[in-house]
């Protein structure tokens, strides 16, 4: 390998209390590190997952006081390691959420935010509901952050089911995206793996993606499944469950140079009109 990077993702289990669940997130965080990634993801909603609103509000911070946020800096200076949290759900001024992903350099450093775009307000067969934007506010731009050596695309769980922002991403240069997430398990069967698969594949680029999975204090349900892609769409390594736990992979991102070449679909792209 020419340009090799070690990747975890780190697949968790979020209850409803926050200082609850950082012990965990920081053991897995530091187990990640020991298996030698440099680059560590964590899921969607890595602080909190709760279903009634107004509790789950009263339980959030802002960012200048969320314990996830300020202890991510530090975790990410003592290990020296890049440490993205999927996101973290924070409370706004405003009386809303935003559902928002950190990065922090190998410094300590806070190197980006990116609010989750795409707002999940779906109705699902056997009755299952979900109306994001009643609580959150959508993010409106697309975030690439320099860091572990590479270029990174940000994306959140229901992200990913818009190929145009990978697209924008891909034609960007990014090598490696991501759309780490809650996935509930009824979509997840369904979709979570092809999904995953496709958005590398048309962008040539890795794609690392922690997830949530199993049973939450809350009721729902998760998917899991944690997976690192290649930029070939093969899945290279995977939590095949739903339990927490780490994913750890060795690339090479010269990987996306090359595979770019060989099938150069970004090059070979045309505009078009729309003819009915």
Known sequence: MTRPLCVAAVQLRSGRDPLKNLPEVE???RDAASAGATYVQTPEMTNII???RPDMLG???VEG?????SRGGQLARELGITLHFGSLAIRRDDGRIANRAYVFAPSGELRARYDKIHMFDVDLPLGETWRESAAYTPGESAVIVEAAGTRIGLAIC??????????AYGHAGVEIMGAPAAFTRQTGEAHWHVLQRARAIENGCFMV??????????GRETYGHSLIVSPWGKVIAEADHA???????DIDLDEVELTRARIPSLENERRFTLAE
């Open 65 to 69: 006081k969320d314990p996830f946020v």
């Open 50 to 52: 709760e279903r009634d």
């Open 209 to 218: 993606s922690a997830a949530q999975g199993g049973t939450h204090e809350d």
């Open 59 to 61: 339980r959030l911070e």
């Open 27 to 29: 053991a897995l965080i």
């Open 243 to 249: 339990n927490p736990g780490i994913v750890v992979a």
């Open 158 to 167: 229901y992200d990913l089911r818009f190929p145009q922002l990978f697209r």
